[in-house]
C-alpha cells in the first residue's frame, strides 16, 4: 500500500513537533528527565497509532490513535514567548484529551456509536477548549480541572459499559482496550486531583510521573487490541469463505435431488412399467435387456445418492445434528451409539463442520484403526458445542499424515473453535470438536401443514 | 391410492405404474397441504407420500394425518436414501418407506401387507 511514505512521514513531523515542544519546556525550567518521559509518551501514541494505521489502514481508530500523538505535546507550547504559540498551546491544550476519549469510544470499529457517546466527545471538545480560553483570559483554572474530573468520571462509567454492551464477539477485542484505557483513567484522574487540591511537593512530581506511565498503557493496550482486530477479521473471513462454500455444496446437493436423480427415478420406473407391458413371454431378449437396463439404472441412482449424501447431507438440513448424527451412526460400518444433548438447530455452518468431523471420525474408525464399537456424543457446555467421537480401535492415529481432519481442523477453527485429537497406540482414538454457537442459533423450522394454506387440488379428486 | 410428490413426471409414471400393479390411483396432490385436503376428501386406502415437499415434509404430513384420525396407510418414499431418515422414520406413524426407484405394486403390498 502506497501510504508508507505518509505514515513516515507524518511520523517524522510527529517527532519533530514533540521535540520542538520539549525544547520549550525544558527552556521553561522544566525538568529534563519528565520532558524525556513526556516526549517518549507522545511518541507511543504516534508510533503505536501508525504501526496499527499500516496493518488497519481503513479504520478510523489508528488515525485519532496517531493524532493523540501530536495533541499529546500541544500543551507543552503554552510557556512560549511567541504570543500565538502561547495562546494556542493553552487554549488547545486538552486536545490529546478529547482525541482520548473519541479514540476510547470508537475503537474497535472506528465509529461513534450512540447519541451518548457523540455527546460527551463534543462536550469535551467545546468544555475543555473553553474553559481553557478562560484559563488565557483569566487565570482560573478550576473550571478547566472540574469539567476534566468530571469527564474522567463519565468515562470511569462509560468504558465499563461499552463490554457490557457490545457483542459477544466484540466483547473480547474490547477487553484490553478498556483495562488499558481504566489505568489510564485512573492515572489522569489521580493527576487532575494533584492539581485542584494543590498537593504539596514531592508527592505532586510523583503522582505527575506515574499519570505518565499511566497513560502509557493505552498505546499499549490498544496495540495489542489490533493485532487482536486483525485475527479477528481474518477468522472472520475465513468463516465467510465456509459459509459460502457450505451454501454451495447445499444448493448443489439440491440441484442434484430436484434434477438428475428426480428424472432416473422417474426413468427406473418408466423402464419398469415398460417391462411389466411386456410381459413374462414376449420378446425374450427385450426383457431381459430391460432387466438388464433397470439394473443398470438403479446402480447408478445409488451413486449418485452418496455423491449427494457426501456434497451435503439433506438430513442435516432438514433435521439438523439431532436428526444427522443418528444416520450417521446407523450408516457407519461398526456399531455405533450416539448420545446427544442437542435437539436445538445452529448455525448451518456449524451444524456441517459437527457433521462432517463426526462423519470423517468414523469412517476413520472404521478404516483405520481396527475398531469395533464407536460412540458420537454431542452436548452443549455454556455457548459451546462439545461433539466427540471415541473408538476402541488400536490408536496411533497421526492426524498430520494426509487425514481428512486436517481439512476438517481448518474449517471448526474457522469457526472459532478447536478440533483435538488423542489416540494413544492400543487406547482408541478420541476426536472432539468445541465449536462456539452463540448467536448462531436458527429458529426451528415451524413449517406445519395444517397451518398453510391449502394449495392446489389434486386433479382427479373422486373415487 | 393417493399420490403425493412435488415432480409432476414421477407422480405420471408412478400412477402409471401402480395402476398396471392392480391399484387404484384416486388423486394425486403436489405438497403438504393439498394432500392433508386430498386425504379428506376422496379418503383413500393408501398414500405413496414424498418426503421432500414445498412447503413441509412427509413425515409432518404423515404425523397430521395420524392426529386427524385418518386410517390411510401412508408409505414414504424420497429419491433419498431411507438410511438418513432411520430415526424418525422409527418414530413415525408410516408404515415404512420405499425408495422411489423401487416404487412398485409389489413393494408395497409388501411393506404394508396386503395379499
Known sequence: MGSGALLVAIGVIGTAFGLASEAIQTGAGADPQRSLVDFMVGVAYLAGGLVAWRRDPLNPTWRVMSAIGFGWFVGNYAPAAQPLLHAGGVVLADTDAVLLIALVLIYPHGRLEGTLHRTVVAVAAVGLTATNALFLATGASTP???????????MLILVPRRLVIASAADRTLLAPAIFATLVTLVAVGVAILVQLLRIPEPLRSTLLAARDVGVLAIPIGFVVGSFQLADERLRRSRARIVEAADAERRRLERDLHDGAQQRLVTLSLALRSARRDLGDDRAP??????????DELKAGIEELRELAQGIHPAVLTETGLAGALP??????????????????????????????????????AAKHAAASHASITAELRGGTLVLAVRDDGQGGADPSRGSGLVGLADRVAALGGELRIESAPGAGTTVSATIPVVGSGLPRSSTDPGATIIGEHAHDAHR | MLIVDDHAAFRRQARALLERDGFTVIGEAIDGAAALAAVQAVRPEVVLLDIGLPDT???RVAERLASLGSSAIVVLTSSRGADAYRTRLDASPAAGFIAKEDVSGRAIRDLIGLA
Open chain 1, 144 to 154: 478547566n480541572l472540574v469539567l476534566g474530573l468530571t469527564l474522567t468520571l463519565a
Open chain 1, 285 to 294: 431378449d427385450v426383457a431381459r435387456a430391460l432387466d438388464a437396463a433397470s
Open chain 1, 327 to 364: 444416520g450417521l451412526a446407523d450408516r457407519s460400518a461398526i456399531p455405533t451409539v450416539v448420545t446427544s444433548a442437542v435437539d436445538r438447530r445452529f448455525a448451518p455452518s456449524v451444524e456441517a463442520a459437527a457433521y462432517f468431523v463426526a462423519s470423517e471420525a468414523l469412517a476413520n
Open chain 2, 57 to 59: 415434509d412427509g413425515f
